[in-house]
């Protein structure tokens, strides 16, 4: 039973990178980061509830959360100044530091 | 398997809003998971946090962008299929693959030990942890206060 959490663990990975890769969207890239991070969520947890350690995970998961809040906020922050300046949130469009 | 669901929902719908929407949902997904495994206040975190502020976060900057024309969405929904649509095979192929790996993992039972509190932990084993967490709180405040910041004009 608990081999099939890891299961969806590994998919969640997948399905987040597919996204991060595949896409050309920023905000859409950002959702996928999200769907790792909650991949990494689930597999502290599941760490914590097969070694008998769910309290010391909780913690972990906690100061997970509030990275990953402070990260979204900030990341959404610079997507909509890139969307500012450039009318478009289409990475191809972004060749400031290039040009 | 609604959690792969959801999340596979929420890469391969085409509106943004959509997606954001599916994203909260994998949340709740989510958090009802980490309460099925014991960790009720990483639960509630995971529900009221990444299911609730996240998203708002997200639908809010999606409301602050414009909305694609016609012509644009056609012309975008064609690139997506061409990009996407390997996808759902590649997860359900591997899905299937470890699924029939099936390794047995030792049940909790065994490796139970004696544990502190949640709460415990976080205030008085981890207290170091908490300034860095109000750190990173802060400069996350600080980028945003620079990032919005208006130009002082002349």
Redesign the interface.
């Given at each position: 039973m608990?081999?099939?959490?890891?299961?969806?663990i590994?998919?969640?990975f997948?399905?987040?990178f597919?996204?991060i890769l595949?896409?050309y969207?920023l905000?859409?890239a950002?959702?996928?980061i999200?769907?790792l991070f909650?991949a990494v969520?689930?597999l502290l947890?599941?760490v914590?509830?097969?070694?008998?350690?769910?309290?010391?995970?909780?913690?972990f998961?906690?100061?997970l959360?509030?990275?990953?809040?402070?990260?979204?906020?900030?990341a959404?922050?610079?997507?909509?100044?890139l969307?500012r300046h450039n009318q478009s949130?289409d990475t191809r469009y972004l060749k400031n530091l290039k040009e | 398997?609604m959690?792969?669901l959801s999340?596979?929902w929420?890469?391969l719908t085409r509106s943004?809003l959509r997606?954001?929407i599916a994203?909260a949902f994998?949340?709740a997904l989510?958090a009802m998971?980490?309460f099925r495994?014991?960790?009720p206040?990483?639960g509630i975190?995971?529900l009221s946090?990444?299911s609730g502020?996240?998203s708002v976060?997200?639908i809010s900057?999606?409301s602050?962008?414009h909305p694609l024309s016609w012509e644009e969405i056609f012309k975008h929904m064609r690139e997506r299929r061409a990009?996407?649509i390997l996808?759902p095979f590649?997860?359900i192929f591997?899905?299937i693959i470890?699924?029939m790996?099936?390794?047995?993992?030792?049940?909790?039972?065994v490796?139970?030990?004696q544990?502190?509190?949640?709460r415990y932990?976080?205030w008085n084993l981890?207290q170091l942890?908490l300034f860095?967490?109000m750190a990173?709180?802060l400069?996350?405040v600080f980028?945003?206060i620079i990032?919005?910041k208006e130009r002082i004009k002349k």
């Open positions: 608990l081999w099939h959490f890891f299961v969806f590994i998919l969640l997948i399905i987040g597919y996204c595949a896409t969207n905000i859409r950002l959702i996928g999200e769907l909650k969520t689930l947890v599941l914590g509830y097969i070694r008998g350690q769910t309290q010391l995970m909780q913690t998961v906690i100061t959360i509030v990275i990953e809040v402070v990260m979204m906020v900030v959404i922050g610079i997507i909509l100044g969307r949130l | 398997m959690l792969v999340a596979l929420t890469v943004l997606s954001a994203l994998t949340s989510l998971i980490i495994l014991n960790s206040i990483a975190f995971e946090v990444c502020l996240i976060v997200f900057a999606i602050l962008t990009r996407f996808l590649i997860i591997i899905g470890l699924s790996l099936n390794f047995k993992i030792n049940p909790p039972q490796m139970a030990v544990e502190n509190d949640a932990i976080l981890r942890d860095g967490q990173i709180l400069a996350g980028g945003v990032l919005f």
